[in-house]
């Protein structure tokens, strides 16, 4: 397949899983995009030929060198010595246990090759290993050190990997030049990347302090600092592109504020490029895994040596494996700081077994495993290869269906489990101090407060000349404020429907009855035609498609909404580009009925939250709140004859725009001052309402 044809492929299957992804919040986007890369695989018999000098620098480096741009700096910076621990001795314990028990359970897989498999399953996902652990509610210092390590084992993983590949490769080991080559690569790399950064933050300076300002020239020469550093490292230094690129990360990490007084977008601009290019770096590395799986199980499928079902136990005790040795270590270390944190066996053992389920494996085994040659030193071909990337595979996805499944079973939490690439941008050290601050809000209910004052606001600037552009602002803050409230009814581990969910269905579905008799009055009393009546009945079913899917899950119901909303957002665009010139008799009936029955709901409603004992219920006064938006929005544009916006209309709504997000930027200040927020919260939230007034100037450009 051309490269370019690969890469648009790639990339499409990487949003369509993130599509899928959004309907199965539960299941990890990764496991989507394997089952995506198998399909195109065996239905499209897609291939894509791998080189592991282009594949280590094109995925490993950029990805490590975002994590060490990420690494949290204070409580992890305590914990230095654990961490460090866990991040090159656990490897290695890692690595020489698992290649020994992989060794013995195939003794046809040499055993360096073993070694080398049991290095490469070391690092685990430090984002899937944050997302668990906090789920898992592990003590804060087990967190900040499982945390800690993932972040930086990928180094310790990879350089194990590389001499256990070159020593079955050559077929030539020695533990004396071995020892002296890891220090030289591992001292000379970690040197050499932060030399290498500082030289490269010393050019920024100079050019900042030139005058040279252009945010886009710096954002793309960070983007390519780790492939110059890895490249130079690995073909000049021939020591550790690896730890050089993670170094590198660290040093960019402490030094990149000093860049702030000259360009305070830069932080904005850089922060939402790496998250895209990390997001998709770790979307294709998982395609490609699942692309590679039918090589792999065609391989494996017909060995001779060994048959199907035994390969698939054979992953499950590799997995197992890894468990018990990250468990056990993990348990040791609680048993050593007891004394600071007493716990009995019980609740140790607990926390020992979540910290080894917690062992996700991501990116970095998929990339390094995949970059095993296909041949050795003498032209023969690589021993068991597809039966390492088998097990490799294998152990990657039953890493991350062990933590879907038996994570939540052991904490009685149900959350989705992030990885690399699917994360907020919000500082590790910002979410520890978080979480150190039990009275903060979080992200979810700050924001609610943010939009209600900003609703607040245009309810005040609402009058007579703009009550259609006010209505309309109105009734998208009560949108937003509904899905952040119904997020957080549904995080409840409750089955039943939540609270403000049936509130809202009970509401919804009184004010749906006042609509119903309205139309069988008309219908009764003459005053509206018979296309009319039909055209109501028909609106009336998909009104009542939709309450039939208000709190439930994926299902078909919620399908035949979707493609309805798709259709309808088509019928008005469709309306937008060619306008009718003049409205037939019949669609103005139309719209006079459509007035009538959302006065009718209005009124039905208010008839019924009268009544003693509906009082005595305390409906969620936003949720009636946002009904009425709803029904007083669709009497206006029906007033005004239809849903087109004239130009007067578009300059009122971005007028009310302006005083809203100035709003919502007053409300973020609020809670600062009150101490309600953290500041690393407050500033994500002034950064999304910058972008919004970003995105109306562009629009204002776009239509003067």
């Not at 079955?168 to 002296?180: E, K, L, N």
């Amino acid at each position: 397949m051309a490269i370019i044809e690969a890469v648009i492929l790639l990339i499409t299957l990487v949003i369509i899983a993130n599509i899928i992804g959004h309907y199965l919040p539960n299941l990890p986007v990764s496991l989507i995009e394997i089952g995506l890369g198998l399909m195109v695989a065996l239905v499209f018999a897609v291939k894509i030929p791998l080189k592991t000098d282009w594949f280590m620098l094109v995925f490993v480096a950029p990805l490590l060198f975002n994590d060490g741009r990420r690494f949290p700096k204070k409580e992890l910076w305590a914990l230095r010595g654990p961490i460090i621990g866990n991040a090159i001795f656990l490897v290695f314990a890692t690595t020489l246990i698992g290649g020994l028990a992989i060794h013995w359970l195939v003794p046809t897989l040499p055993l360096a090759a073993s070694f080398a498999l049991a290095a490469i399953l070391s690092p685990t996902d430090p984002v899937a290993v944050q997302s668990i652990s906090e789920q898992a509610d592990l003590p804060p210092r087990v967190l900040h050190l499982v945390s800690g390590e993932s972040l930086i084992n990928d180094a310790s993983g990879l350089i194990s990997f590389k001499y256990g590949i070159a020593a079955a490769v050559t077929g030539y080991f020695s533990w004396q030049q071995a020892a002296g080559d890891f220090l030289y690569i591992s001292i000379v790399g970690a040197l050499a990347g932060m030399i290498i950064m500082l030289v490269i933050h010393f050019i920024r300076l100079f050019m900042l302090q030139q005058g040279f300002e252009d945010v886009m020239f710096h954002t793309i020469l960070q983007l390519i600092t780790p492939f110059i550093i890895y490249l130079i490292v690995e073909d000049l230094f021939h020591a550790s592109g690896v730890i050089a690129v993670v170094v590198a990360g660290i040093i960019s990490h402490s030094s990149r504020n000093i860049f702030l007084d000259f360009l305070p977008e830069l932080k904005l601009v850089t922060e939402q490029t790496w998250s895209i290019s990390v997001y998709l770096l770790n979307g294709i590395v998982f395609l490609i895994l699942g692309i590679e799986l039918p090589v792999a199980m065609r391989n494996t499928v017909h060995n001779p040596l060994i048959n199907t079902s035994e390969e698939i136990l054979l992953v499950f005790a590799v997995w197992l494996i890894l468990v018990i040795v990250r468990g056990l270590w993990t348990l040791a270390y609680l048993l050593y700081t007891n004394q600071t944190n007493p716990k009995t066996l019980r609740e140790n053992s607990k926390i020992a077994v979540l910290s080894g389920l917690s062992g996700v494996r991501g990116a970095i085994t998929m990339a390094g495993v995949l970059s095993v040659p296909t041949v050795l030193a003498d032209g023969s071909p690589f021993p068991q290869r597809g039966l390492m990337l088998f097990i490799a595979a294998g152990v990657i996805i039953v890493s991350l269906v062990m933590a879907v499944v038996l994570i939540p079973k052991l904490t009685k939490v149900k959350a989705p489990i992030e990885m690399r690439g699917m994360q907020q941008e919000l500082e590790a050290e910002a979410a520890a101090e978080d979480e150190a601050a039990t009275d903060f809000l979080d992200e979810t209910d700050a924001k609610i407060y943010m939009y209600k004052v900003a609703a607040s606001m245009v309810e005040s600037q609402r009058h007579s000349d703009n009550n259609r552009a006010a209505l309309d602002l109105l009734a998208e803050y009560q949108l937003m404020i509904r899905r952040l409230e119904s997020r957080q009814s549904e995080a409840s581990p409750s089955d039943e429907l939540p609270p403000l969910i049936a509130e809202e269905l009970i509401l919804r579905q009184v004010a749906f009855d006042g609509e119903r008799q309205k139309l069988e009055a008309l219908w009764a009393e003459k005053a509206i035609s018979a296309k009319s009546y039909r055209h109501g009945k028909r609106k009336l079913r998909q009104k009542q498609v939709m309450l039939s899917v208000i709190g439930t899950s994926f299902n078909w119901h919620h399908v035949q909404l979707q493609i309805y909303r798709a259709w309808s957002i088509s019928k008005r665009f469709l309306t937008h580009l060619w306008p009718r010139r003049t409205k037939s008799p019949s669609e103005t009936e139309w719209q006079l009925t459509e007035r009538e029955m959302a006065k009718a709901g209005i009124k039905q409603l208010s008839y019924f939250l009268k009544q003693p004992e509906n009082r005595q219920r305390h409906f969620n006064r936003q949720v009636i709140y946002q009904i009425i938006v709803r029904y007083r929005n669709q009497i206006e544009n029906m007033k005004n004859g239809g849903r087109s916006k004239t130009a007067i209309y578009e300059r009122q709504l971005q007028k009310l725009r302006i005083k809203a997000l100035t709003s919502e930027r007053a409300a973020i200040q609020e809670l600062l001052e009150q101490h309600k927020i953290a500041w690393q919260l407050a500033d994500e939230l002034r950064k999304n309402i910058n972008y919004s007034e970003n995105a109306l100037i562009l629009a204002r450009t776009d239509t003067e």
